[in-house]
């Protein structure tokens, strides 16, 4: 199914029994070290990181190929434009032959541009697979628990992790349609692309319906339950509020990694160059 490879849950490996706060960090890196170093050598270290610590909690090697090869249209369209017509470009990888009108001698496609279209693509990968990773160890409970521990009022904690409850739940029904469409004979993939679109967006409409019907019946059941989203609630673990040793190593690390590498790039450059 669709949503065999979107935030499922994988219980197993050290990753996922860290404190939400300390997995969060990882996420903060992710999304920050990109910008700050512009090195081929060193996105392409935090790339390799993030892909073994999937691999090391365990999901599925296929996941990760699936994930990249969602992407991987963009990634080379990236790739192309930078070579193409990157302003860093100088040393040529092709050059149109002198006797062709109009373009004759011109620098088609730069050493420095493809280089730089590497460096985005890593830009998008890292962060979209850190993503995954977090919310594939993580249950909903457990990323609630941790944002109210880091402050975070208990009705936003809760929205935010039922957001990301239901991308499993919409992609599930959207392959549920698909499939109730295909015993009526209507088989999507053999549309043109036009055509594909058209039925697609005819498709939303009972998508729409189905999600709205599910966010009904939360909505009775939180009120079954007498939900106010009052902070004062018991824990079934209370003992996490305080992190492990281990867990404190790893945030203060990864505090101190952040801020040496936007101080070494401020002050020499450091992983400033492409190479």
């Given at each position: 199914?669709?949503?065999?490879?979107?935030l499922q849950q994988v219980?197993?490996?050290?990753?996922?029994?860290?404190?939400?706060?300390a997995k969060l960090m990882?996420?903060?890196?992710?999304?920050?070290?990109?910008?700050?170093?512009?090195?081929?050598?060193?996105?392409?270290?935090?790339?390799?990181?993030?892909?073994?610590?999937?691999?090391?909690?365990?999901?599925?090697?296929?996941?990760?190929?699936?994930?990249?090869?969602?992407?991987?249209?963009?990634?080379?369209?990236?790739?192309?434009?930078?070579?193409?017509?990157?302003?860093?470009?100088?040393?040529?990888?092709?050059?149109?032959?002198?006797?062709?009108?109009?373009?004759?001698?011109?620098?088609?496609?730069?050493?420095?541009?493809?280089?730089?279209?590497?460096?985005?693509?890593?830009?998008?990968?890292?962060?979209?697979?850190?993503?995954?990773?977090?919310?594939?160890?993580?249950?909903?409970?457990?990323?609630?628990?941790?944002?109210?521990?880091?402050?975070?009022?208990?009705?936003?904690?809760?929205?935010?992790?039922?957001?990301?409850?239901?991308?499993?739940?919409?992609?599930?029904?959207?392959?549920?349609?698909?499939?109730?469409?295909?015993?009526?004979?209507?088989?999507?993939?053999?549309?043109?692309?036009?055509?594909?679109?058209?039925?697609?967006?005819?498709?939303?409409?009972?998508?729409?319906?189905?999600?709205?019907?599910?966010?009904?019946?939360?909505?009775?059941?939180?009120?079954?339950?007498?939900?106010?989203?009052?902070?004062?609630?018991?824990?079934?673990?209370?003992?996490?509020?305080?992190?492990?040793?281990?867990?404190?190593?790893?945030?203060?690390?990864?505090?101190?990694?952040?801020?040496?590498?936007?101080?070494?790039?401020?002050?020499?450059?450091?992983?400033?160059?492409?190479?």
């Amino acid at each position: 199914m669709m949503a065999s490879y979107a935030l499922q849950q994988v219980a197993v490996g050290r990753f996922s029994r860290l404190d939400v706060r300390a997995k969060l960090m990882l996420l903060l890196l992710s999304s920050t070290l990109i910008f700050v170093w512009n090195s081929l050598y060193a996105q392409l270290a935090m790339l390799l990181v993030v892909v073994a610590a999937m691999l090391l909690s365990s999901v599925p090697l296929k996941t990760v190929k699936r994930l990249s090869l969602l992407a991987l249209p963009a990634l080379i369209l990236i790739t192309l434009i930078q070579g193409l017509w990157s302003p860093f470009g100088v040393t040529p990888v092709f050059v149109v032959p002198a006797n062709v009108p109009w373009l004759g001698s011109a620098h088609i496609f730069t050493v420095e541009g493809l280089l730089f279209g590497l460096v985005v693509c890593c830009r998008i990968l890292i962060p979209m697979l850190a993503f995954q990773l977090v919310f594939m160890t993580t249950t909903p409970n457990e990323l609630v628990l941790g944002l109210t521990r880091l402050g975070m009022p208990y009705r936003v904690a809760l929205l935010f992790s039922t957001t990301f409850r239901f991308v499993p739940l919409l992609l599930e029904e959207f392959a549920a349609i698909r499939d109730a469409q295909r015993l009526r004979g209507i088989d999507l993939d053999s549309f043109g692309m036009i055509r594909k679109l058209v039925a697609m967006g005819r498709m939303l409409v009972p998508l729409i319906t189905g999600c709205m019907a599910k966010g009904q019946a939360m909505e009775l059941a939180l009120q079954a339950r007498g939900f106010t989203g009052s902070a004062d609630r018991t824990q079934l673990h209370p003992a996490r509020d305080r992190l492990t040793a281990f867990e404190k190593a790893l945030v203060v690390f990864g505090f101190c990694l952040l801020a040496g590498a936007i101080v070494a790039r401020l002050a020499v450059n450091a992983g400033g160059s492409v190479l």
